[in-house]
């Protein structure tokens, strides 16, 4: 679990923790600081470095890439589920407007012109439905993280509160993606 360091202070104050673990640079690089911290500990606490502590460090390591490769699979999935669901809306469009095409060619309209007006169509849907889903996608991430739902996190005894992280950069991302994919 990574959290910060506050909230590690108030966690060590807790009934039933057996271990904490935190990232320090500076810690790493400077063995004199380490073992003037060491000194200034109570007798409970003892502190165990990463680099000396293979087998927690190479779990963490494991479980990160782990969640990593889950979080990339899951992507996948749904901008595969995307992409096929615009691909297929597009198609379905273009094909029952078939006559439609075919009275504007008539009227003189060129390929480009009528290739620009889809365009358009798209275009101003995909920013319609990306500004929707994005909203959406707010609106759930905000309600479960305040939902207070709880789970067993395996080896855990406490429940673990469920969160979900909420990074705009991703929303920026899939809906370029989106945006790019129905032009």
């Known amino acids: 679990m990574q959290l910060p360091l506050a909230k590690a202070q108030e966690l060590y104050d807790t009934n039933g923790v057996s271990f904490m673990s935190f990232e320090s640079k500076k810690l ?3 063995d004199k600081l380490l073992d003037k911290i ?5 007798k409970n606490v003892k502190i165990q470095t990463w680099k000396k502590h293979e087998i927690y460090g190479d779990f963490y390591r494991r479980a990160m890439d782990l969640m990593t490769l889950l979080k990339v ?8 589920i995307v992409s096929l669901s615009i691909m297929n809306s597009l198609l379905k469009s273009i094909k029952e407007r078939t006559k439609e095409i075919g009275t504007m060619r008539s009227l003189g309209y060129t390929r480009a012109m009528v290739r620009n007006i889809f365009f358009i169509e798209v275009g101003i849907l995909s920013i319609i439905g990306s500004i929707i889903g994005i ?17 067993k996190a395996g080896q855990f005894v406490e429940p673990t509160p469920m969160t979900i992280a909420f990074d705009p950069m991703n929303y920026l991302i899939v809906t370029g993606y989106i945006l790019a994919l129905s032009l």
Do not use: C, Q
């Not at 699979?73 to 595969?80: A, D, N, R």
């Not at 909203?135 to 739902?149: K, M």
């Open 28 to 30: 790493l690089l400077d």
């Open 38 to 42: 060491k000194l200034e500990l109570p």
């Open 73 to 80: 699979f899951v992507v996948i999935i749904v901008l595969v």
């Open 135 to 151: 909203i959406l996608s707010v609106i759930i991430t905000f309600s479960i993280n305040s939902a207070g739902i709880e789970y």
